[in-house]
Every structure is written in structure tokens, then in C-alpha cells.
């Protein structure tokens, strides 16, 4: 059973960092996509960023472009990502989410989602 386990949540103020955790489990893949998501009140889930473990080249929205960063620590089955310079805009609940990756890619992953999901943080930004 595939289990994606999100953490590092809370509120920050504008123009803080947070980091985001997601502990992934049970998937055997040979090649996978994994990344975030979030979604606003309101509002359709957007995609933030995602790794493809076959090319490890990271994919971002282009509204996080040049602020957030993925990373993964395979040794603990985590991904990572940094939040900097939020912004009240960024509030949501961020989803970790991956999929296996059989030519797919991360942009069209971005754009219409994974196939297994995390069931959310929230991350508040106050301004």
C-alpha cells in the first residue's frame, strides 16, 4: 500500500520559510514522478513542484518558480520542500503525491495530477 505522509505545516508571517516533509512508502515503481500540490479555498489545485527519479531535473510552478525547492533524501524515503519568501498567496493545503513515470514527465504530471496522494498539511501565511 502506497502511503505518502506530509508534514512541516503551520503559520508563518509573509517573507518566512517553512519546509515540507513527505515520508513516501509501499510504491515499487521502476521509474517515478513525486511531488506537491496544493489547494487554496476557493480554488483548484495547482501543482508546485515535482522529481522525476528517472532524470531527477525538478519541475516548478511558475508561481513558486525561484522561491520553493524539492529535494529528496532517498536513503529515508522523504521528500523535501523548502518555502521561502512566502507570500499570503501561498496559503493552502500542500499534498505530497507520486505516480510511476512511464514517459509521462513531471510538466504534464504538474498539470493533471498523480496517482496516489498525501492527505494534506496546511501552511498559512499571515501578512
Known amino acids: 500500500e502506497v502511503q505518502l505522509v506530509e508534514s512541516g505545516g503551520g503559520l508563518v508571517q509573509a517573507g518566512g520559510s517553512l519546509r515540507l516533509s513527505c515520508a513516501a512508502s509501499g510504491f515499487t515503481f521502476d521509474d517515478y514522478a513525486i511531488g506537491w500540490f496544493r489547494q487554496a479555498p476557493g480554488k483548484e489545485r495547482e501543482g508546485v513542484s515535482c522529481?522525476?527519479?528517472?532524470?531527477?531535473?525538478?519541475y516548478y510552478g511558475d508561481s513558486v518558480k525561484g522561491r520553493f525547492t524539492i529535494s529528496s533524501d532517498n536513503a529515508k524515503n522523504t521528500v523535501y520542500l523548502q518555502m521561502n519568501s512566502l507570500k499570503p498567496e501561498d496559503t493552502a493545503v500542500y499534498y505530497c503525491?507520486?505516480?510511476?513515470?512511464?514517459?509521462?514527465?513531471?510538466?504534464?504530471?504538474?498539470?493533471?495530477?498523480?496517482?496516489?496522494w498525501g492527505k494534506g498539511t496546511l501552511v498559512t501565511v499571515s501578512s
Open positions: 503525491a507520486v505516480a510511476g513515470d512511464y514517459g509521462v514527465g513531471c510538466p504534464r504530471f504538474l498539470n493533471y495530477g498523480m496517482e496516489y
Open positions: 522529481i522525476s527519479s528517472s532524470d531527477g531535473i525538478p
